[in-house]
């Protein structure tokens, strides 16, 4: 009994030194990134260079609202991104709702295309879209943008919807037709407050696919102050002036939407992707 | 209680998520395929040129070369994810005190935009004023700075790296979601039948995972085959043809040659690769149901 209870404690104590390297290997670059953007712009060209530095400074935060379009750039991307969730999240509901009650002609044919979807470079799209969305006169406007992104992220959304509706029981949807609900009524006062964390869950993949997004937003928007987030902090990544600790606080104050939505979102957000992708 | 009625009204539901599909899906794709027939400016020319570029792309080897690339790039990027997120997985899924400080911790690289990632490492790999440089001179590893991202043989390497730390936190968590949706009794009944913990790994967790570890492989494999802002950000390709992998190709020929025609065959090319090696892991892996 004594020998196992020691075994068992080393065995973890090396799983804690795991954990440990495996922390550090990913807080070391983000606590750069935060380093960077305290220091001033004497201070990020110093070799060697400090981790601490020397006159801590906020400079670089309220810099980027002021020298560069960085709210523009911060507002079109939560219009952007807010508009096309919230559509993707009523198609996404529907169909999964459809599919998880119904049979019906051509039901696997778009849950499989539905996966096909998610085999195709993104890049095979953006020409013609670049084309169609010119011809329509879409090219630099935040509406063309927020219909690629709805395309992006109906496909998943619908997947983790489906999963979701699959664990709610059926008895609810009879009792309640049984009760004298239409079809539509059933599914908006009964099944739609019950998957709410479903809701969620989707919601935030299609949050993170929009406000990641940085190809097709630095094709078909031109405008400085049209750009998203993404294309604007990229393009701090200039040719002649790199200023990293701008681009650093513009980096962590991009983040953090993500980071802050995930913390109190995680648990329903993990169980809905894996329903989604896995249990099909 | 599913009437015949029924079925029409399931086409109801989906009809918004159908039309969507198919205006913004289907139809961009198969204009894609279209414009892969033409030499075109996406304006006023439009010369139909038949399988000119398709037969362009495989008569020399530079396309060819570039998927080898992107192959050899795909695969050490996918074998990092797994090899990181399985071990990484299995250990959170044990009852230990304090792991979900280590799970919020492990998964902020996939929390931050790929953006924000190529242009993090862009600074640490600074041949100048970068973190990288400094912690190794200071080990005694490296004499001078290396311009990590500047040099091809050390930029593929600086790529992969990236991406492994970007990626990993994926394959972790929806590993992990599959480790926890193993009920606790299979294990107390492999226990009673007189499994160790190595055996009930091998006869319990692994055929219980084996599913959602095939999802998980086909996903990653196609994403990361077809990434492009990470690398964009950190070399553009660059430098000669070093990182050069075929989305970044179709997108400078494109948006800088304008040879939209070549580009949009190029497209069409990788998509059937993506989908091949989605097929080939479902027969190789494939649990037969779908």
Request: glycine content about 6%.
């Amino acid at each position: 009994m004594e020998t196992t209870k020691r075994k068992f404690s080393i065995f973890n104590t090396g799983m804690y030194a795991i954990l440990i390297v495996a922390s550090c290997l990913v807080l070391i670059p983000t606590l750069w990134m935060v380093s960077t953007a305290l220091k001033s712009n004497e201070e990020v060209m110093i070799t060697p260079p400090k981790w601490i530095p020397d006159n801590p400074t906020f400079e670089s935060f309220t810099r980027i609202w002021k020298d560069y379009p960085f709210l523009d750039y911060f507002l079109n991307s939560v219009f952007i991104v807010a508009v096309s969730t919230f559509i993707t999240i009523a198609f996404a509901a529907l169909a999964g709702y459809g599919a998880s009650r119904f049979k019906f002609r051509g039901k696997g044919t778009f849950l499989s295309f539905l996966l096909v979807t998610q085999m195709f470079p993104s890049i095979m799209l953006l020409i013609p879209f670049y084309k169609v969305l010119k011809t329509f006169g879409l090219i630099d406007s935040h509406w063309g943008l927020i219909v690629v992104y709805i395309a992006f992220a109906l496909p998943m959304c619908t997947w983790m919807m489906l999963g979701f509706f699959q664990g709610i029981p059926r008895e609810l949807d009879e009792a309640a037709m049984i009760d004298g609900c239409s079809q539509i009524r059933t599914f908006v006062q009964i099944i739609l407050p019950l998957s709410l964390p479903g809701i969620a869950a989707t919601a935030i993949y299609s949050f993170l696919m929009g406000w990641n997004e940085y190809m097709f937003a630095f094709i078909l928007v031109t405008t400085e102050t049209m750009k998203t987030l993404p294309v604007g902090i990229g393009q701090l990544n200039g040719f002649y002036k790199v200023v990293w600790n701008d681009m650093m606080a513009a980096s962590i104050i991009s983040s953090l939407p993500l980071i802050v939505l995930f913390l109190f979102m995680q648990k329903y957000f993990i169980s809905s992707l894996t329903a989604g992708a896995v249990k099909q | 209680m599913l009437s015949s009625k029924s079925g029409l009204k399931g086409v109801w539901f989906i009809l918004p998520a159908v039309v969507t599909l198919l205006v913004l899906i289907t139809y961009p794709l198969i204009y894609g395929a279209y414009i892969s027939f033409f030499d075109t400016n996406l304006i006023t020319k439009w010369d139909f040129v038949g399988l000119k570029y398709y037969v362009d792309i495989f008569s020399n080897s530079e396309f060819l070369n570039r998927i080898l690339l992107t192959l050899h790039y795909t695969f050490w990027v996918v074998v990092g994810h797994f090899i990181i997120g399985t071990g990484l997985a299995l250990i959170l899924n044990m009852k230990l005190k304090g792991i979900t400080v280590f799970r919020v911790i492990l998964i902020l690289p996939w929390l931050f935009p790929e953006v924000v990632v190529g242009l993090l490492w862009k600074w640490l790999f600074n041949p100048m004023y970068g973190l990288f440089n400094a912690v190794l001179m200071n080990w005694g590893w490296i004499d001078d700075p290396v311009s990590w991202l500047g040099n091809e043989q050390t930029a593929f390497a600086a790529v992969i790296v990236v991406s492994i730390w970007k990626g990993f936190p994926m394959v972790m968590m929806l590993l992990l979601a599959g480790l926890q949706s193993i009920p606790e009794d299979v294990y107390e009944a492999a226990k009673i039948d007189g499994c160790t913990r190595s055996t009930a790994f091998r006869y319990v967790t692994l055929p219980a995972l084996m599913p959602v570890m095939v999802v998980t492989l086909i996903l990653d494999t196609v994403w990361w085959f077809k990434h492009f802002t990470m690398i964009w950000i950190l070399t553009q390709g660059g430098p000669g043809n070093a990182t050069n992998v075929v989305s970044i190709d179709i997108f400078k020929q494109a948006f800088d040659f304008f040879n939209f025609g070549k580009a949009s065959a190029m497209a069409i090319l990788v998509f059937f690769v993506c989908w091949l090696m989605g097929y080939g892991y479902r027969r190789l892996f494939g649990n037969g149901d779908d």
